[in-house]
């Protein structure tokens, strides 16, 4: 079946603007996750979606940077005011409701602030 | 304050030899331990998982070792093949079901044919 999909796969933009990033779950998964990955780094978490429950936000780095999941599927990370430091690959995970549930990943976007 | 500490950055390793892979953690309530496997251009996909109540297990060639005590868990990969060529990261989470993961810095192995 089809997997996690992000989109876009790339985006270059300049100092300031502001970026959106979606992501389209796996179908039928409830759990929704954001990390992100800077060069050299490890994954870093940033946001956590749960069925219609608060998202868990405590990996936001900053106020610039927020998402949204509506109807329980789609989810959009926002960044507003973009700094050379946000550069770096944003990974979408889903995942089936249970503990046990692995992380299915998407390929994520390439954000690029110039 | 990194909480998985992973070694080495990279590994070179001739193909039909084993590859290993460490990781330590300092946090004891985590309680799940995966290690995800990453080709270029792609998101990790999980390879194989561990809970601390067993030291040992294996999928096919791909065994991970845990040892509470030490606070360390490992991966190993027998009879390593070039497909096996990939950014390998350890996780660890913390009970309560969500997978807030905390990853290692991610070990880049090349296996030489």
């Known amino acids: 079946g089809a997997g996690v999909s992000q989109s876009p796969s790339n985006k270059v933009t300049e100092k300031g603007k502001d970026v959106e990033l979606r992501c389209d779950p796996i179908?039928?998964?409830?759990?929704l996750y954001w990390y992100r990955q800077s060069l050299g780094q490890g994954l870093e978490f940033l946001i956590y979606?749960?069925?219609?429950?608060?998202?868990?936000k405590s990996g936001l780095p900053s106020d610039r940077f927020s998402a949204e999941r509506t109807g329980g599927s789609v989810s959009t990370l926002t960044i507003q005011r973009t700094q050379q430091e946000d550069s770096a690959v944003y990974l979408c995970?889903?995942?089936?409701?249970?503990?046990?549930?692995?992380?299915?990943f998407g390929n994520g976007t390439r954000l690029t602030v110039t | 304050q990194q909480q998985v500490k992973q070694s080495p950055q990279s590994l070179i390793v001739q193909k039909g030899g084993i590859s290993i892979i460490n990781c330590a953690y300092e946090?004891?309530?985590?309680?799940?331990f995966p290690w995800y496997q990453q080709f270029p251009g792609k998101g990790p996909a999980l390879l194989i998982a561990?809970?601390?109540?067993?030291s040992e297990k294996k999928e096919g060639r791909f065994t991970i070792s845990f040892n509470k005590s030490a606070k360390q868990f490992s991966l190993h990969i027998m009879d390593s093949q070039p497909g096996d060529s990939a950014t390998y990261f350890c996780?660890?989470?913390?009970?309560?079901?969500?997978?807030?993961?905390?990853f290692g810095q991610g070990t880049r192995l090349t296996i030489n044919p």
């Open positions: 561990i809970r601390p109540d067993v």
């Open positions: 979606f749960q069925g219609n429950s608060a998202p868990d």
């Open positions: 995970a889903s995942a089936e409701m249970g503990i046990n549930s692995p992380l299915h």
């Open positions: 996780a660890a989470s913390k009970p309560q079901g969500a997978q807030k993961l905390v």
């Open positions: 179908s039928g998964h409830t759990a």
């Open positions: 946090n004891t309530a985590f309680d799940y």
